[in-house]
């Protein structure tokens, strides 16, 4: 397992600048990465489309946060080394020194137990055991041991992030059938090009980092392949669910119309130069920006003003903030179809 | 001679950490408040429907 040398919390802690606030701690649970479980949590307990009570509902969406947020806690903990060396994940609170390593890694324990227990306790061991799972998962076996490791971290390690629907799935029926995996291989095969579109353009962050990511190991042209290669894939399963009785005909809309609007963005990155030189663009708020139009030709230089992105790094943008949307309008087109309750499709009986 | 009572003051940064540290206890306390209190309403749900079958 590749472990740091030395724990993050000796070596890259830099001086405080003022004392830990409530909100730092609620900072290393994640919350931008919680508010995308926790939807596609609740997607997966309503598509289920069974009868729970809302108290109940409510708590095991809860838990699906907070175990999220703890594997979060724990990701903070142990990656405060390679977060101290990336623009994007400096500021976070271990590496900042505002939050002792040690206090990331119990909050993380604390709040583990705490969910598992009571997701078990209050509604099944089935969704408990999942809960469980994608926490280990994602703490130990991407962080601990993928990420540091492997170019493909992020194929395996997404098993962790796409769980969260079986979750609620489980928590809704206490099974797990076909429909609630197939929600979970719509969010497996999706984080490749989502990632990848953004390590295009950060990839020298990456490098700094010594974290082994596609276009470090690989060169941007295999990576540029390699979402073409799994956009032409993921496409396909994203229409399935209209096919097996999950979504009904706005499902079927947004994901076609979707999927086109995908597979364009995914084929400008493939055929552009996105990720063969550093893209200066790369602060902090750029990162979920989208690329208008390119600007006029004749538009003079601003002093000031941000540079433009080079090259491809525009259509690896485009595609990385499209991704993000083209997910939610999937998911929430399924919750919006369970909860009006609209019949869904069933194209092969 | 000076008052005792007017030469007591808290520094800036030190005000600032007791500030803080107030803060994290409240939401601390809240934090644990809210796990009492939700565990006994879905001790409250689960046995709600169960304890009628008993009788």
Same mark, same amino acid.
């Given at each position: ?58 708590v095991a969406v809860l838990c699906i ?18 977060? *101290?060396?990336m623009r994007r994940t400096r500021g ?181 130069? *996105? ?10 708020r750029a990162l979920y920006e989208v ?24 259509? *690896? ?33 | ?55």
């Open positions: 397992m590749a472990k740091p040398a030395v724990l993050p919390s000796d070596t890259h802690r830099t001086e405080p600048v003022r004392a830990a606030r409530w909100q730092d701690y609620f900072q290393l649970m994640k919350p931008r990465v919680m508010s995308l479980v926790v939807f596609t949590g609740l997607t997966g307990l309503v598509a289920a489309r069974t009868h729970i009570h809302p108290l109940l509902g409510a946060a907070v175990g999220a947020g703890a594997s979060g806690a724990l990701n903070m903990w142990y990656d405060a080394d390679i977060d *101290a060396k976070r609170p271990v590496p900042a020194g505002l939050v002792e390593g040690s206090e990331a890694a119990a909050l993380g324990v604390v709040l583990s137990l705490l969910s598992v227990m009571l997701l078990g306790m209050a509604i099944n061991w089935l969704a408990a055991g999942l809960l469980a799972f994608t926490i280990v998962f994602y703490a130990v076996v991407y962080t601990m041991w993928l990420k540091r490791w492997t170019a493909q971290n992020i194929v395996i390690g997404g098993l962790a992030g796409a769980l969260p629907p079986a979750i609620g799935w489980a928590a809704a029926t206490g099974s797990a059938p076909l429909n609630a995996w197939l929600m979970v291989l719509i969010i497996f095969l999706w984080t490749p090009p989502h990632f990848w579109a953004l390590s295009l353009y950060i990839s020298t962050d990456y490098a700094k980092a010594g974290v082994p990511m596609l276009p470090v190991v690989k060169g941007a042209k295999a990576t540029r392949q390699q979402i073409l290669i799994y956009s032409l894939i993921f496409i396909p399963v994203c229409l399935a669910p209209a096919f097996t009785g999950l979504g009904g005909p706005l499902y079927l809309a947004v994901s076609g119309l979707g999927g086109l609007v995908f597979l364009t963005l995914a084929w400008r990155v493939f055929r552009s130069d *996105a990720g063969d030189a550093a893209d200066p663009r790369t602060a902090d690329e208008a139009a390119p600007a006029p030709a004749a538009e003079p230089a601003v002093e000031g003003k941000r540079p433009p992105p080079v090259g491809g790094a525009k259509d *690896a943008r485009n595609l990385f903030a499209f991704s993000i949307l083209y997910l939610f309008a999937l998911f929430a087109a399924l919750l919006a179809e369970a909860m009006i309750g609209v019949k869904a499709l069933e194209l092969i009986p | 001679m000076t008052d005792p009572k007017k030469t007591v003051s808290v520094q800036p940064d030190k005000a600032d950490a007791i500030k803080a540290r107030n803060g994290r206890n409240i939401a601390l306390a809240v934090g644990l408040v809210a796990f009492v209190v939700l565990v006994f309403v879905v001790t409250l749900v689960r046995l709600g429907a169960n304890v009628g079958n008993r009788f």
